[in-house]
């Protein structure tokens, strides 16, 4: 396969400014923009500066620091290229907690380079492939004073909490925000080396299920074996979910999910993979879930129930023989394309109320709804990603799904009527939200040059 010429010229100007390139990715990387700590309030906001500052040295104009209840939106745009497309380029500049500190090898936030990777706290999610977009904007505009598509940013600091302020914003801002395709680069390669496509997102609603059993704690010695335990109240519950095999037992549940097509899983069937390698580097214990079911349907196609962390009762060093008056818990269901996230909630609130044991009053509160989306890959701007990223990579481009969420996708998809090309650069084991969260470097400069190469493909 052929190099394009543009696609040259692009790599050799990465190459050549690549000291520059990681040193800025540095800055950035250094600013603990933790979007979820109050006291980190002042740097999210000098994050939000940074990036601002970065888009208006690529090219963009009309740039804005938009203030919310919470954290910054930016947006910046370039409208100058009548007759061509429109690309709204979407990422997020706010990180999570490093915590765990003990198990870091190097500060969290101040990136360290190893094995050839960069080591650190929004590496790869999402600052390095955020700055990436904006890189490969100014790698354009450096070649050839101009861009061969209109462009649009929208870079929001709420993400990793929810994104309520950019949810808000882009409903309001339809015709602002108006173009052809969207951008998004916060997902992984399948594997080294596979210029990778997702075309599938799982939705996600995340919620407390809070259980009160007595008025108050009470003595377990004078009260055991009368009184409702609202932390065994709580396990006994879920565990009703959610049978041995991983069906979710909440009545219609599985109503509307939607199975692959023929094709698709064929596809998926062509992939490289290593079962036992998943399971003992991956996952680190032996694979559940639906019987009949392959890892990908479990993980890309196929809803499911999990319980995050429960609370409640008594914890510390020592004894007390306490039966606890309240628990509660973080629950979450994944959903596929097709299942309707109100119409799951309200069933699994019938569901508790008729399932509660004796004694234990339980409550349902919804803190994040986003729905399953399918990207239709027969779409010409993932045509044209796809081809630029076989390109860039040397090797033909794979489709596949992923089993996390990014409410955007489906902001965009609902109020904006736009595809997303989600193109992303990270790998599987790059851990993200994890201690020694990493982004390959190679990766990163990759990711500009593919990026760079796909707008300029798209503007033809």
Known sequence: MSTPAGLTAIKQWVDANQARLLEELFQL????????????????????????????????????????????LIYADWLHAPGKPTVLCYGHYDVQPPDPLELWESPPFEPTI????IYARGAVDDKGQMYAHIKAVEALQSLTGTFPVNLKFLIEGEEEIGGASIAKYVPEHKEKLKADVALVSDTALYAE??????????????????????????????????????????IELLAKAKNADGVIQI??????????????????????????????????AAITGE????????????????????????????????????????????????????KIVEAFRAWVAVNAPKGIQANVNVLGVSPGIVVNPDHPAIAVAAEAFEESLGRKTVFIRSGGSIPIVGEFAKHLGIPTVLMGFGLPDDGLHSPNEKFKLANYYQAIATVAHFLDRYGE
């Not at 190893?114 to 990777?117: A, E, I, V």
């Not at 259980?211 to 009368?226: E, I, K, N, V």
């Not at 629950?331 to 596929?336: A, G, I, K, L």
């Open 114 to 117: 190893r094995n050839g990777n």
């Open 251 to 284: 009545p219609g549940f599985y109503d509307d999910v939607r199975e692959p097509a023929k094709a698709e899983l064929e596809s998926w069937q062509s992939l490289p993979f290593n079962e036992a390698e998943y399971t003992n580097n991956e996952i680190g």
């Open 291 to 342: 019987p009949g079911r392959s890892v990908f349907e479990k993980t890309w196609s196929r809803p499911t129930l999990e319980v995050h962390g429960i609370a409640g009762g008594f914890t510390g060093a020592g004894s007390k023989t306490v039966i606890p008056a309240k628990a509660l818990a973080k629950v979450s269901f994944r959903m596929v394309p097709d299942q309707d996230p109100e």
């Open 29 to 72: 990387i250094r600013i603990p923009s933790i979007s979820t700590l109050p006291e980190h309030k002042a740097d999210v906001l000098r994050a939000a500066q940074f990036t601002a500052a970065a888009l208006e040295k690529a090219g963009l104009e009309n740039i804005e620091v938009i203030p919310t209840d919470r954290h910054p």
């Open 193 to 234: 080396g596979i210029p990778t496509l997702c075309v599938g997102l799982r939705g996600l609603v995340y919620m407390e299920v809070e259980a009160f059993g007595p008025a108050r704690d009470l003595h377990s010695g004078l009260y055991g074996g009368a009184a409702p335990n609202a932390v065994f109240g709580l």
